[in-house]
């Protein structure tokens, strides 16, 4: 049973570039997260999609956005990259959204150095 | 805003020493705890949690009681191995047992030495 894979694993930019990361769920989990980890920080929340709409989303530009496929899989864009866009980008699947959404299982992340 | 903040490691300890990493959180109400544990390389793995006041989450030696009157989170383990070299993340959540959007702590990273 295959857990949460992202693609790719390592990517280099410029800024005022646009990068696309994806993320395919754990089998049987229709809900994916986002979130975004500076170096020697935790994670933060950037958004959650479920049933291809955003349900929730923490504090970040609309610089940042995303999109989930029918089947489940989901990407993040990030337009007009900057310098501080440089992060380990997580990528977490459930099962359900809101009060019934169980456990978040991550995967390895995508690590995107923007220069 | 609700928060999470964690000891500042680096921490390092011998084989078979006790660990106690501090966790403590500010919110309005009574959120879900969790402990996040990230072996280098990898991704985020769940190592336990607790849903309400005074649950005791355990999992692979280690535990952690919710403590609503000191808003506390603190994980231990009796004997630390080498394999548990890791950075060690708490966090919280609304929703009871389910998640919503993670609220992380910084992280503490633990070296174990044989």
């Known amino acids: 049973d295959a857990g949460v894979t992202q693609s790719p694993t390592h990517l280099i930019k410029t800024r005022g570039q646009q990068v696309t990361l994806r993320c395919s769920p754990k089998?049987?989990?229709?809900?994916v997260s986002w979130y975004q980890q500076a170096l020697g920080q935790g994670p933060q929340f950037i958004f959650q999609?479920?049933?291809?709409?955003?349900?929730q989303r923490g504090n970040f530009p609309d610089r940042f956005s995303g999109h989930q496929f029918p089947n489940y899989s989901s990407e993040l864009n990030v337009n007009a990259l900057l310098l501080g866009d440089s992060a380990l980008y997580l990528c977490?699947?459930?099962?359900?959204?809101?009060?019934?959404?169980?456990?978040?299982?991550f995967g390895p992340g995508t690590r995107l150095l923007v220069l | 805003g609700d928060s999470v903040t964690q000891m500042e490691g680096p921490v390092t300890l011998s084989e078979e020493a006790f660990l106690t990493i501090n966790c403590t959180y500010t919110?309005?109400?009574?959120?879900?705890l969790f402990w996040y544990v990230q072996y280098p390389g990898e991704g985020l793995q769940l190592l336990l949690k607790?849903?309400?006041a005074d649950d005791k989450g355990s999992n692979k030696g280690f535990e952690a009681t919710y403590r609503k009157e000191t808003t506390s989170f603190h994980l231990e383990k009796g004997s630390v191995q080498v394999s548990d070299s890791a950075v060690y993340f708490c966090?919280?959540?609304w929703g009871g047992g389910s998640q919503g959007n993670l609220i992380f702590g910084k992280g503490t990273k633990l070296s174990v030495k044989p």
């Open positions: 977490a699947s459930s099962l359900g959204s809101g009060p019934i959404q169980e456990t978040q299982y």
């Open positions: 966090a919280l959540s």
């Open positions: 607790a849903t309400k």
């Open positions: 999609y479920y049933e291809e709409e955003e349900r």
């Open positions: 089998s049987g989990h229709d809900t």
């Open positions: 919110a309005t109400g009574y959120p879900s």
